[in-house]
């Protein structure tokens, strides 16, 4: 039995293995396994150098186009090798991802600068270009651009951020396409901010501060000096009574700065659930309700809001360009009219740093905006929530 199997296993290798004798097997002669061995070479070298060359290329143009003056879009490249579906970029690796990125832009703290980006919103020369600009052009806000993570919500709006910034996120939604503009108090607009929301939510359970920052928002200062100390939540406001602690004040959802710990995880995960409770309403309108729930309280979250003499925008501009950290388009619908706003704020805003020191300081100057942006359509056709009296 043992000669039989040693037989098989014999006939078996002799069968897979190549015979050791030139003169039996013509084609392994020593000149043969040469000339195989160059062709096999260089066969590989034709391919491998071209992608070594490409590889290279976009390498040196990801790391340096954020500090290019020269726009490149790479989405029609991505469109044919990338897929949120594909294995490129599998789900369950989207944590590990995004922890990477996270701690390559956190400052010192784990504090991070968040904005989200979608197809509309990322061509050249629309709302992204105007919000790096705005960093690049203020006072003390150009070094902040390192900490800053854009979340791309789309395939397009992933490969605009690729070429123009360091630190990008692909976020996938199953089943909804957030590429287009998404108009005011559409089903997709919806969707778009409660899932923002969960998504900050997980930011959070990892650890990290974040200030939320929407990108139709200039930053024309470092905002952290005006931040306030110890205090969880803190948000920006289309309308500021003057009391920082008043819950009076309008809050507005699209800027905010937040601390990670077990009270703001309980809160987003209050906020994103009230959007049953409160269904067809967005986010900033549901915060506009929850911020006088005794839950709050209960888990002893502090929360204040910020002066709009700081954080201003077109429902109430700041009105000193000595002190102004950023501005928003906010009661501001359509694309094409935020477009001709912000650019009329940029140009503003170079207008006044162009002044000699004492015309700066005699606060004669203004902003040159609201134009296309129209006050009177804030919240168009729908009823917002009723606010508690006390």
Not at 161 to 185: N, P, Q, R, W
Not at 228 to 233: A, S
Not at 277 to 285: F, K, L, N
Request: charged share 20%.
């Amino acid at each position: 039995m043992k000669r039989t199997i040693r037989a098989s296993v014999l006939r078996r290798r002799s069968m897979i293995m190549p015979r050791s004798s030139s003169e039996n097997n013509p084609d392994m002669s020593p000149d043969s396994v040469v000339r195989r061995a160059l062709t096999l070479t260089l066969f590989f070298a034709a391919i491998a150098f071209p992608c070594l060359v490409l590889y290279s290329a976009a390498y040196r143009f990801q790391i340096f186009a954020g500090n290019s003056s020269h726009s490149y879009d790479l989405s029609s490249v991505l469109n044919r090798n990338f897929s949120f579906e594909s294995e490129d970029f599998p789900t369950d690796s989207e944590g590990l991802m995004l922890e990477r990125i996270l701690k390559d832009a956190a400052m010192k703290d784990r504090t991070v600068i968040l904005t989200t980006l979608n197809e509309a919103w990322a061509a050249p020369g629309s709302i992204i270009d105007l919000f790096l600009e705005s960093f690049r052009i203020g006072d003390h806000s150009s070094g902040l651009l390192k900490n800053l993570v854009i979340i791309a919500l789309d395939i397009k709006a992933y490969g605009r951020c690729m070429a123009v910034h360091t630190h990008c996120f692909a976020l996938k939604t199953e089943g909804v396409d957030f590429s287009g503009e998404a108009y005011f108090m559409t089903p997709d607009y919806l969707k778009m901010m409660w899932r923002r929301i969960d998504f900050l939510r997980s930011v959070l359970e990892m650890g990290y501060n974040f200030v939320f920052t929407d990108a139709d928002i200039m930053w024309f200062r470092d905002p952290f000096p005006r931040f306030y100390l110890d205090t969880d939540f803190q948000v920006a406001c289309d309308h500021f009574l003057g009391n920082s602690y008043d819950v009076q004040n309008r809050p507005n959802g699209g800027f905010n700065y937040v601390k990670s710990n077990n009270r703001t995880i309980e809160f987003y995960k209050f906020w994103y659930s009230a959007r049953e409770t409160y269904p067809g309403y967005h986010d900033q309108d549901v915060l506009n309700i929850i911020k006088y729930d005794p839950f709050i309280f209960e888990i002893g979250l502090t929360m204040r809001f910020l002066d709009t003499t700081y954080f201003g925008g077109l429902c109430e501009p700041s009105r000193d360009f000595n002190q102004v950290c950023t501005m928003h388009a906010n009661c501001c619908y359509g694309l094409d009219s935020k477009l001709h706003d912000l650019r009329i704020m940029l140009e503003d805003w170079r207008n006044f740093l162009s002044l000699p020191e004492s015309l700066k300081r005699s606060q004669l100057i203004s902003w040159r905006v609201p134009r296309n942006c129209s006050l009177t359509l804030h919240y168009p056709s729908m009823n917002m929530p009723p606010e508690p009296s006390d």
